[in-house]
T-cell receptor, first 113, second 114 residues
């Protein structure tokens, strides 16, 4: 069975500071990994995805994530956050041959001026 | 910009009422999904569909039902709403059955049953 653990439920950070949102997954098979962002009162939007190849994946809005197979992690990073990055971030993994996404509980990023 | 729409955005309804949450997409995607989202919890897949006339139950048991008569439309129905159904419901779609395709989400319907 596959599962996703987001280690922090809330991350407060000051504007222009770096941030890392942590995600670990468990799976007995190869997986595809995703980060989605949800702004208040909105649906989820894809930030980036890892399918294969380079373990460093760049996404929209200056975010990037690194796939680490040995540590089964897919942490999301941004070197300098903005107020507008305040949102909830979800890590997700595909589920076997069905391709259904399994989500973590989400991390609320709060960027303060 | 994703072309997937959910109506209504917000719904407050009394116990015992029948409700239908609408979801439509104009991208021609074969696969569609319904997720249930509660604060501080994972998004739980409650229903999905591979295409017309295909519906499957997801990981989380739900008293709701779905139908897929047209490719673009995937409504979710609760025959008799209860306060335990209070939640946010997110609809999504993706291309085909490939593992690596992006899922596009609607803005959600926040349901409150009183």
């Amino acid at each position: 069975a596959q599962s996703v653990t987001q280690l922090d439920s809330q991350v407060p950070v000051f504007e222009e500071a770096p941030v890392e949102l942590r995600c670990n997954y468990s799976s007995s098979v190869s997986v595809y990994l995703f980060w989605y962002v949800q702004y208040p009162n909105q649906g989820l939007q894809l930030l980036l995805k890892y399918l294969s190849g380079s373990t460093l994946v760049k996404g929209i809005n200056g975010f990037e994530a690194e796939f680490n197979k040995s540590q089964t992690s897919f942490h999301l990073r941004k070197p300098s956050v903005h107020i507008s990055d305040t949102a909830e971030y979800f890590c997700a993994v595909t589920r076997g041959s069905q391709g259904n996404l399994i989500f973590g509980k989400g991390t609320k990023l709060s960027v303060k001026p | 910009e994703a072309d997937i729409y959910q109506t209504p955005r917000y719904l407050v309804i009394g116990t015992g009422k029948k409700i239908t949450l609408e979801c439509s997409q104009t991208m021609g995607h074969d696969k569609m999904y319904w997720y249930q989202q509660d604060p501080g919890m994972e998004l739980h897949l409650i229903h999905y569909s591979y295409g017309v006339n295909s519906t499957e139950k997801g990981d989380l048991s739900s008293e709701s039902t779905v139908s897929r008569i047209r490719t673009e439309h995937f409504p979710l129905t609760l025959e008799s709403a209860r306060p335990s159904h209070t939640s946010q419901y997110l609809c999504a779609s993706s291309e085909g059955d490939a593992l690596n395709t992006e899922a596009f989400f609607g803005q959600g319907t926040r349901l409150t049953v009183v």
